[in-house]
RNA sequence: GCCGGAGUGGCGGAAUGGCAGACGCAUUCGACUCAAAAUCGAACGGGAAACCGUGUGGGUUCGACUCCCAUCUCCGGCACCA
């Protein structure tokens, strides 16, 4: 069934359609969903072969962590895409749409502490439970290519990666703060931080110092910065960039009593305002700057400072700071200024101390004001008055009060120039820097890619030798949540020789970050049972990158950033071309519960798509969830309005096997045909442009057209033949079971689904006579029936015979006159 | 504060400079029915009308929901990043 040749076009050659007679039953998915999800999978209908003819597309929607149930928040995201693949195969596309889990993460693992179970039955178990719910979907997923992120034949891949990346320096090992989360017990991301919480579980995040193995995400920095080949939403593209938060400026050197310290700013230009040092509290030379005197405050603040959370630094507004009794000497002028200590200068930015300037910076200016330090205007706005001392002036203006700086523009006119001057005179370089940091990606759990490195005490970390890939998590391991890997407490776990010497050797007890298993699976979907790498370069070189890649918002600097680095990586490492993983991303809506809120289990708003099933059927649900909303925006649910598309199925089925009720009607061959052809030609436009809402109108709108052409003599014509037949084409992609049971019982042999999309008879969808209305000075005042083809003197003298133009013409001074046709015509009078 | 997005009937929304409110939901009336459901038919922005209407105020244009400027509100993201 998955011969190219299957996909031979009908539509030239049609089939004959046998109008069959009136059934007794009316519509019933139940009776025809679970049969042909079977039927498909039996035909193995959905398969996909690479090698198969048709221009590759590659869709895919972020896979579903397996948590035991799809909800509702799934369908929508799985059920248009899928329409969508379904409308491209239809189109002759060779479509891959494949599906797996990304298995691995905590909550697996609590719920294994919870029940006293393995969080690998647990897993999987869910992973059956969930295929099967997939399949009641409708969906066009080969799932044949499934494979789940911690199957040791995925992770091993995890490891493979690790320590080719390992050799070529792009991980490392590192002491230093780390975001702790105590309630998940493990380090976190920077990225996993959101506003000072726990991105999963939402507790504070602490900070705490920890020797951890990252990856260098930031050797991309600037080249993720450049979305050149990629098309993201442009909120997407905007979290990236000031995720990533390039900012170009100099660093300044300051001579003090510890030695040199170098300062970060983007202000050189204001370098004669600068009134004093500012360090972190955990900068490292806070304690050798600290004088005898100073010491009691100083150690004071800095364990205040140390004992706040991250939120809490947050949550102050007031600034707070000590002097450590030190100064610094300004390069140019040779004043001392203090060296203070203050927890609004982050010690993970920049250089962890700053160069205060409070007359150009609001916050040096509040933390001047707050301890009565010297502010100094050196920039003016130009023609402007001095400072009023009320506030800091961060605006462009001339350089004042700089000596021989003096006159120059401030602000980005003259950074380059003040800087090359300062260079000159050996104390500042031009500098970058980035608020990107590198990738942590140890974790202290247990259900994840054990980490492929190996202690030795004599050559210290070495990593796993590829033949001893994959390093296997534990069957069985004691969970005693303790802030340390479960897997520490597995001795025959850690036993290990060590790869140089074969001495005995410690395993490393992380695992991985699961943002890890997410960042290359695009990749193995193209060669899922590829054994020889963590994939097959040739079919990921044909099918990569992602043609249109789908999900939720709330990836947008987690997932997609980490994924595009991957890439990257996989580029340099010789593993692909590509430089980016997908050409188009887009992100659906998020459909909140009835109330408006978002569903939770909690505020008992959640609607369960398996029992919308029971009570619809699927295409009745994915109909409703392609017409609810534009995709891309989603919003609350809404029960009556499912009415509508149940509505909409039975008319539907009522027009192939049913007579309809209601009075004779008279619909044209000609009028049957437009609307057949139009409708065809504004799905298909949808369909590319995702705009699923409008393509369930339109057929909504057509089957209204049906309906009464079914009623009219119309219905014994070879159109009539013609539109049941196309109708019955265009209904597959939504609603892929009521099509094949159509299909199949309207005298074809073979499915609906490997049916050509039907050409469209241009001629057809466009009317001869068209209604356009009239405006006269731009109100509109009437309408006209023309000709499509009618020339502007012929529109223009239908016009002016409409009496409700006339009216507004008649004994006026006509202006200009404007027809566009097929759209309006304006007769401007004085 | 900075960044991004959005404001259209009772509700979801449609309209890619050209008849604003397609397609639905809800509601109301009618037909069918003993009755109800289902189904079918009709009404459904405001106004008696002239007309007025796409958050508000300007502008561009023959013509603006759509483009430009300003402004308000809401949603989302970031948030002492020097």
Redesign the pocket.
């Known amino acids: 069934m998955t011969s190219p040749d299957s996909h031979a076009p009908t539509i030239d050659s049609p089939e004959p359609i046998n109008i069959p007679e009136p059934r007794a039953e009316r519509y019933n998915p139940h009776a025809i969903e679970a049969k042909w999800q079977a039927q498909w999978d039996a035909d193995h209908l959905y398969r996909f072969d690479p090698a198969a003819s048709g221009e590759k597309y590659y869709a895919l929607t972020m896979f579903p962590y397996p948590s035991g149930n799809l909800h509702i928040g799934h369908w929508y995201s799985y059920c248009a895409p899928d329409a969508r693949a379904r409308y491209l195969r239809m189109n002759g596309r060779n479509v891959l749409f494949p599906m797996g889990f990304d298995s691995f993460g905590l909550p697996a693992e609590n719920a294994a502490i919870k029940n006293n179970l393995n969080p690998r039955e647990w897993t999987y178990a869910n992973i059956d439970y969930m295929t099967g719910q997939f399949r009641r979907m409708g969906t066009m997923i080969d799932w044949s290519r499934q494979f789940a992120t911690s199957d040791p034949a995925y992770y091993r891949w995890n490891q493979w990666f690790f320590t080719e990346m390992f050799r070529r320096g792009l991980v490392y090992k590192k002491e230093g703060l780390v975001n702790w989360c105590p309630r998940d017990q493990t380090v976190l991301a920077n990225e996993q931080v959101?506003?000072g919480h726990c991105e999963r579980c939402g507790a504070p995040v602490e900070r705490r110092n920890l020797s951890q193995w990252y990856m260098k995400i930031t050797d991309y920095a600037d080249e993720l910065l450049d979305f050149g080949s990629t098309d993201m939403p442009?909120?997407v593209r905007?979290?990236q960039t000031?995720w990533i938060?390039k900012?170009v400026?100099a660093e300044i050197d300051f001579a003090t009593p510890a030695g040199l310290e170098t300062v970060?700013?983007?202000?050189p230009d204001t370098l004669l305002g600068a009134t004093f040092l500012v360090l972190?509290p955990e900068h490292p030379k806070v304690a050798a700057l600290t004088t005898p005197e100073q010491q009691e405050i100083v150690r004071a603040y800095l364990e205040l400072a140390g004992g706040k959370t991250d939120v809490e630094?947050?949550q102050?507004?007031e600034?707070t700071g000590v002097f450590t009794g030190s100064y610094a000497t300004h390069p140019i002028t040779n004043d001392q200024l203090p060296i203070w200590v203050a927890?609004?200068?982050?010690v993970?930015?920049?250089t962890?101390s700053?160069m205060a300037?409070p007359a150009h910076?609001e916050?040096d200016f509040e933390f001047a004001r707050a301890f009565g330090l010297n502010i100094a205007e050196v920039i003016r706005p130009a023609g402007g008055e001095p400072m009023d001392m009320q506030s800091a002036y961060s605006g462009e203006g001339l350089i004042v009060n700089s000596g021989e700086f003096d006159g120059m523009p401030g602000g980005k006119a003259s950074i380059a120039k003040v800087i090359a001057r300062m260079e000159a005179l050996g104390f500042a370089r031009a500098r970058t820097?980035f608020?990107l940091r590198d990738w942590l990606i140890s974790r202290q759990r247990f259900w994840g890619t054990p980490i492929p490195i190996i202690y030795c005490p004599e050559h210290g970390a070495q990593p796993v030798p590829e033949s001893e890939l994959p390093v296997l998590l534990p069957a069985d391991v004691k969970f005693a949540p303790s802030g340390q890997s479960p897997l520490k407490g597995d001795a025959e776990f850690q036993k290990a020789t060590c790869p140089v010497c074969g001495g005995a050797a410690e395993r490393d007890t992380d695992t991985m970050d699961t943002f890890v298993d997410s960042s290359w699976y695009m990749f193995r979907f193209t060669s899922p049972d590829f054994d020889g790498g963590p994939w097959d370069r040739h079919v990921a070189d044909a099918l990569m990158p992602i043609d249109l890649y789908t999900g939720g918002?709330e990836h947008?600097i987690l997932h997609l950033l980490y994924s595009r680095f991957w890439t990257k990586v996989a580029r340099d490492l010789g593993l692909s071309t590509i430089s980016e993983p997908f050409k188009v991303l887009r992100n659906q809506g998020i459909i909140l519960g009835p109330d408006g809120e978002k569903m939770s289990k909690s505020r008992g708003n959640v609607i369960d798509p398996d029992d919308l099933v029971r009570e619809y059927g699927a295409d009745t649900v994915r109909t409703y969830l392609a017409?609810?909303?534009?995709w891309e925006?989603g919003?609350?649910w809404?029960k009556?309005?499912i009415?509508?598309?149940a509505?909409?199925l039975?008319?539907v089925w009522a027009l192939y096997f049913d007579s309809?009720?209601?009075?004779a009607e008279t619909v044209s061959e000609h009028d049957l045909r437009y609307a057949v052809h139009s409708t065809l030609k504004k799905v298909g436009?949808d369909f590319e442009?995702l705009?699923f809402?409008?393509i369930?109108?339109a057929l909504?709108?057509l089957?209204?057209t049906l309906?009464?052409a079914k009623r009219s003599p119309v219905a014994h014509t070879p159109a009539w033949a013609e539109a049941l037949e196309i109708f019955n084409l265009m209904l597959a992609p939504l609603v892929p079971h009521i099509a094949e049971e159509i299909w199949t019982e309207t005298g074809h042999s073979r499915s609906v689904h490997l049916q050509h999309w039907p050409a469209v008879d241009e001629a057809a969808a466009e009317r001869d006579t068209v209604?356009?209305?009239v405006?006269v000075?731009?109100?509109?005042r009437g309408?006209v029936q023309i000709s499509r083809t009618a020339t502007q003197t012929e529109a223009i003298d239908a016009a002016r015979a409409n009496p409700d133009v006339a009216r507004y013409v008649e004994g006026k001074e006509t202006v200009?006159e404007?027809y566009?046709p097929g759209?309006?015509i304006?007769i401007?009078v004085r």
């Not at 000075?777 to 509109?780: A, E, I, L, R, T």
Request: charged share 25%.
């Open positions: 959101v506003g442009e909120r905007a979290m000031h938060g900012s400026g970060f700013t983007t202000r972190a630094r947050q102050s507004s600034k927890d609004y200068v982050l993970s930015y920049g962890g700053i300037v910076d916050r820097t608020r918002i947008a017409f609810i909303a534009p925006v919003g609350p809404d009556s309005g009415n509508g598309p509505k909409w039975s008319r309809i009720r209601g009075p436009g442009r705009s809402n409008t369930v109108a909504m709108e089957t209204n309906v009464k209604t356009i209305g405006q000075g731009g109100k509109v309408e200009k404007v566009v759209r309006i304006n401007v």
